[in-house]
Nanobody, 117 residues
Framework: QVQLVESGGGLVQSGGSLRLSCASS????????MGWYRQAPGKQRELVAT???????NYADSVKGRFTISRDNLKKTWYLQMNNLEVEDTAVYFC???????????WGQGTQVTVSS
């Protein structure tokens, strides 16, 4: 069984920074895609950023230039560095991973990020 555990959420003022971490544990598995989604109250879950096993990255337009996704393969962990946070970034952030050969998605339990004005 695979588990994804997020950490690093919290309360920050507008313009501040936070770094989220997602650690994978359990059955060893090589993910093809790793990333972050978020869900704000009353809204659908949306893609924030992804990184592939080949280190190709993709970002939502709303976070480009402010957020950076990275990974540490040895630690089986990936990160989301969030700078210049805005009130609109307030949401529950979920880490995500996927395998493609045997298609399957994995999700963390979510971590709250609250940005105050």
């Amino acid at each position: 069984q695979v588990q994804l555990v997020e950490s690093g959420g919290g309360l920050v003022q507008s313009g501040g920074s936070l770094r989220l971490s997602c650690a994978s544990s359990g059955r060893p598995i090589s993910f093809n895609v790793m990333g972050w989604y978020r869900q704000a109250p009353g809204k659908q879950r949306e893609l924030v950023a992804t990184i592939t096993s080949g280190d190709n990255t993709n970002y939502a337009d709303s976070v480009k230039g402010r957020f950076t996704i990275s990974r540490d393969n040895l630690k089986k962990t990936w990160y989301l560095q969030m700078n210049n946070l805005e009130v609109e970034d307030t949401a529950v952030y979920f880490c995500y991973a996927a395998t493609l050969f045997t298609p399957r998605n994995y999700w963390g339990q979510g971590t709250q990020v609250t940005v105050s004005s």
